[in-house]
């Protein structure tokens, strides 16, 4: 994932900064990158220009789904540590580091090319994970194809290092692509190869101390290169326009590689992390994604999501954007996308995890705003999940079972909602305090549905439904609380609809109620 944070400038300061190329135009069969010609792809709708992707529509599948699990999982779960372990380990100063010299050995003598072996995901089950997920609600899947690591999860045509000869020896986007669609599920891969090439740059460095002042780590060996990359002199200094690499070789084959991903699962969804990446050969890519996707279907149903973070390109109009651990404010007017992850990216023994009674508040949040919930449900490096995990699917599966009326198919209403509690806008601000006064709000076949986020007690006042608001000028008909099996007392003042609550509710968390109009 795109981590910004404070823990990036451990080491930072051996790397230099790069500029990021302004983004090509025009048409694949003009045009030429760093003097190649552009990838062909084969003719449709799409083309590589930004007016033809502008052209997008998002489809009606992912505005009614609202929520997705994704699978955040890989050979960097094996040291236990969290994300971004593989370009950690190569930085001296940084607690990753330090853990693999104790674990593990010196990075000049034992790197990450050797622990990819020990990833074997023994207790992976897709079939059995993919029952929970279901049950909890979630109506997409979303499987890592490729990580920073440039690991790839998949069978793959161009790139040895793949999970398929190394490591588990099986297909692990395959298996869970057959598992999503046994099941229903719109399914999805993710794509980070973009960052890798300036994100792994410190593979190539060395310690400057001793005693191993100057000798190399092992991502400086040629034997390796197609693993490591060649990168010598554009790392990754913690800033947008660093995240991608000016390398039109590198361009050509992320091009081969995810083309190859798209091509061999068909995804119904595309995630980078990060903006669009390298120009046209990104556009050409995304073209692809969407020309493939009409002629499986007889219409466009794939979805692109990337970030409007100054990596890359972003055109709000051309795919669907993506806020990791954060949230846009208000409704915005085209659908668009959280991710997060209920614990850190990566198995961690020490990261905390979120709460279901906060995951169920985020996903309540989100939709009334016209969004989608990508959550990452953390998985240990042998596949099966922690006890966190379990139980936060078990409660969703409870929830979902009494509240799904009021989350899938619906819609925004004409505000998101009212409350004490807002959550500030952007990237890596998901934290807030919900309680049960905050409402938000979303509609489906002529009701209006409002969600608490937190559990009431002794009555709900939304002063937003207050005779003679501006909203709806209707009388409220009729109020249900969902699960509950008998009527509940409600009315309409000069302040407030107020709604009288049963002694026991009907779910944890957060109650909806389903309300009518005259």
Known sequence: MVTLSKRDMLGISAMTAFGFASPARGRPQVEREGGLPLPQIPAGRFDSSIESLKTYRTPDWFSDAKFGIWSHWGPQAVPRQGDWYARFMYVPGHPHYDHHRKNYGHPTEYGYKDLLPLWKAERFDPEALMEKYAAAGAMYFVSMGVHHDNFDLWDSRHHRWNAVEIGPRRDIVGEWQKAARRRGLRFGVSEHLGASYTWWHPNHLYDQFWPKLGVSYDGADPKYADLYHDNRDEPFRNTPASWYTRNPAFHRKWFDRIRDLVDSYQPDLLYSDGGLPFGAVGRSLVAHLFNTSIRRTGRLEAVYTSKDTGSGEFHKEAGVQDV??????????????????????????????????????????????????????????????????????????????????????????????????????????????????????????????????????????????????????????????????????FRQTGQALVIDLPARLPARYASAFEISFA
């Open 324 to 489: 990791e651990r954060g949230v846009l404010q208000g409704i915005n007017p085209l659908p668009w996308q959280t991710d997060t992850s209920n614990g850190d990216w990566f198995y961690s023994d020490s990261h905390p995890y979120k709460s279901s009674a906060q995951v169920v508040a985020m996903l309540a949040d989100i939709i009334s705003k016209n969004g989608n919930l990508l959550l990452n449900v953390v998985q240990y490096p042998d596949g099966s999940l922690p006890p966190q995990s379990e139980q936060l699917l078990i409660d969703l599966a409870a929830w979902m079972k009494v509240n799904s009326p009021a989350i899938h198919g619906t819609r925004p209403w004409k505000i998101h909602g009212e409350g004490p509690t807002e959550t500030k806008g952007g990237m890596f601000s998901e934290q807030s305090d919900y309680v049960a006064k905050d409402i938000r709000f979303t509609t489906k076949g002529g009701k209006l549905f409002a969600i608490t986020l937190g559990e009431p007690a002794g009555q709900v006042a939304i002063t937003s439904l207050a005779q003679g608001n501006p909203h709806e000028a209707r009388r409220v008909r009729a109020v249900r609380l969902l699960g509950h099996p008998g009527a509940v007392a």
